[in-house]
């Protein structure tokens, strides 16, 4: 798991602490919620983050909404109390990225 401010931006914690998971979100599809679509703990967490990072997606730490999300369902839509931390995370991702969020107009 990375932060902004971690000088290793891949450096992983020890295998037993990892927790990951991985969303689906497509804004064309307006009505349904981030999905979650890869999930685990220690050496199957640690290969969703490796793959992330190889893939080059971006990747937040959020200990407490790991582990909110490691108990919903895979293809299960994340729960009403995680909408606002997962947008916090995609407003980071297009941000990170360049991009403006879909319907998003320039200069606002």
């Given at each position: 798991m990375s932060k902004?401010?971690?000088?290793?931006?891949?450096?992983l914690p020890p295998v037993d602490k990892i927790?990951?998971?991985?969303?689906?979100?497509?804004?064309?599809?307006?009505?349904?919620?981030?999905?979650v679509v890869a999930k685990g703990k220690g050496y199957v967490a640690q290969r969703i983050l490796e793959i992330a990072f190889d893939k080059g997606i971006k990747v937040r730490e959020d200990?407490?909404?790991a582990q909110m999300l490691n108990a919903v369902n895979l293809?299960?839509?994340?729960?009403?109390?995680?909408?606002?931390?997962?947008?916090?995370?995609?407003?980071?991702?297009?941000k990170a990225n360049n991009q403006l969020p879909p319907d998003a107009k320039e200069g606002t």
């Open positions: 902004e401010t971690d000088p290793k931006p891949h450096a927790v990951a998971v991985a969303l689906d979100y497509d804004p064309q599809t307006a009505e349904m919620a981030p999905r200990a407490d909404l293809e299960s839509e994340i729960p009403v109390e995680a909408y606002l931390a997962v947008a916090e995370i995609l407003a980071y991702v297009y």
